[in-house]
C-alpha cells in the first residue's frame, strides 16, 4: 500500500468519525457566513402576486399627473403608458432567461457579478441597497401614512408631518417585522393585498366605462394636440410611468425560494406584467373620462379627485384602497429588499453578518431590518422625491448593464444549458432604451445626473478600500 494510499484511508476514517459533530458545526458555520440556502417556499401564485403587489403601488393613483405634464397631450400620455408596459414585458422576459440560469438570489447583483465580475457588482449593491430601494421604500410608506391619516383631517387642514412620518415608520417596521418572522406570512400578505389593489383599479376602471359608454370622451377627443417633441421631457414621461411599473424585475430576487423557477418565473412574468399594463391603460382612460387634463395635472392625488367628482361614497372608500396598495408594494418591496442585501453580504460586499439566515424563522433577518433601517432614516428629511428622480436614471443604467450581461453570458457559455431563452434582439434592443433614458435625461437636466453619477462612482474608492481583498 503507498503512502497516498494509507492517508487516503486515514482521511475517509476520520471522516466517519467525525461527520456528525462536523454537520452540526457546517450548519452553524454556514449560518454565520450566509451561506445557508432559502427554502423554495414562494408558489406560482404567491410570485404573480410579489409581482402585481410591488408594480402597483402608489404610482398608478399618483403619477399620471407628472406623465401627462411630460408628454403634453392625451394620445402620448396613453402611447407612454402602453409602451411602458411593454418596456417591462420586455425586461421581465430578459430576466427570466438569467433568473433561470443564475438561480442566486440578489437580482441585478447576481446576473452583472457573473458577467462582469465583482466591482461592477459592487457597484449595483451599493446604489440599491443604500439609496435607490430605501428611498422608494420611504415614499411608499409615506403615501401610504398620508392616506391612512387623510379621512381624520379638515379638507382645509394642513396635514401634520410629524404624525404621517410616525405612521410611515410605524409602516416599515411592522411590514419589515412580519418578514423576518415568516416568509408565507409576507406571502400571504401580498396575495390578500393583490386583490385589494386590483379591486381599487377595477372600481376606477368600472367607472371609466360607464362614462365612456354614457358618451364622456369629450377628454379624448384631438388626443395629439400640444404633444411634446422635446425628447428629453419625454424621457422624464417615460421615468415617471416606469416608476409606477417599477418591480417588474422584482421576482428575480427571490428566484431561490420561488418553487420550480424554470417553470413559474415566466409564467409568472407571463401573467403579472400584462395584466398590469391593461390595469394602467384602462385607469388612465378612466380618469380622463371624468377629469379634463387641466384638473389631472391640478391634482395631487388623481384617484381620489375622481372619486370626488364621481360619489361621495367613493371618497370615502378610494383613500382606504390606496392606502391598501401602498402597505402591499411597501411588503413586496421590503421582501426583494432583504435578498439583495442577503446576496450582497454573501459576496463580502456587505458586512457578512448580513447574510445570516435566521434558523428559526428562516429568513434573511438581518438583510431585511437594514435597508428598513435607513428607509426609517430618511423619514427625517421627510423630502426625498428630488433624490430619488436623481438615482432614476441610474436604475436605468444597471438594468441596461444587466441586459449586457445577458449578452456577454450567451457569448461567454454558448454551452450553457438555458432552461428559458428569449430571442437576442429583445435584450439588444433594452439596451438601447436603457441608453435613451440614460442619455437623455442626464442632457436634459445635467445637475442632478451628475450627482447621482458621482454618489455611484464614490463606491469605486470605497470597493477598493474595504472589499478588495
Known sequence: MTVFEEKEEEQVAYDENTSCNDEKLFSRRENLC??????????????????????????????????????????????????????????????????????????????????????????????????????????????????????????????????????????????TAINCLSVQWAAHIQVLFMATKLVAVGIIVAVGAVRVLEGHTDHLEHPFKKTEDNLGKIAQAFYSALWAYDGWNQLSYVTEELENPNQNLPKAVSIAVPLVTLCYVLTNVAYLSVLSPKEILSSNAVAVTMAGEVSSLLVLIMPLFVACSCYGAANGSVFTNGRLVCAAAREGHMPKFLAQIDPSFHTPLRALVFPSIIAVIMLIPGNIDSVLNCFSFVSWLFYGCTMLSLVVLRWQRPNQLRPYKVWIGIPVFMILVSLYLVIAPFLENPRESALALIFVLVGVPVYYLFCFK
Do not use: H
Not at 408558489?43 to 402585481?52: E, I
Not at 430578459?94 to 433568473?99: D, I, K, N, P, T
Open 34 to 175: 450566509g451561506r445557508t440556502n432559502l427554502q423554495r417556499s414562494v408558489t406560482l401564485l404567491q410570485g404573480v402576486a410579489l409581482m402585481v403587489g410591488v408594480m402597483i403601488g402608489s404610482g398608478i393613483f399618483v403619477t399620471p399627473k407628472f406623465v401627462f405634464e411630460k408628454s403634453g397631450s392625451v394620445g402620448l400620455m396613453l402611447i407612454i403608458w402602453a409602451a411602458c408596459g411593454l418596456i417591462a414585458v420586455l425586461g421581465a422576459l430578459c430576466y427570466c432567461e438569467l433568473g433561470t440560469l443564475i438561480q442566486s438570489p440578489g437580482g441585478e447583483y447576481a446576473y452583472i457579478k457573473e458577467a462582469f465580475g465583482e466591482m461592477p457588482a459592487f457597484l449595483v449593491s451599493w446604489g440599491f441597497i443604500l439609496i435607490t430601494k430605501p428611498a422608494s421604500l420611504t415614499i411608499i410608506c409615506l403615501t401610504f401614512a398620508y392616506y391612512v391619516c387623510q379621512p381624520f383631517f379638515e379638507d382645509d387642514e394642513d396635514e401634520p408631518i410629524q404624525i404621517i412620518k410616525l405612521v410611515a415608520a410605524v409602516c416599515i417596521v411592522v411590514i
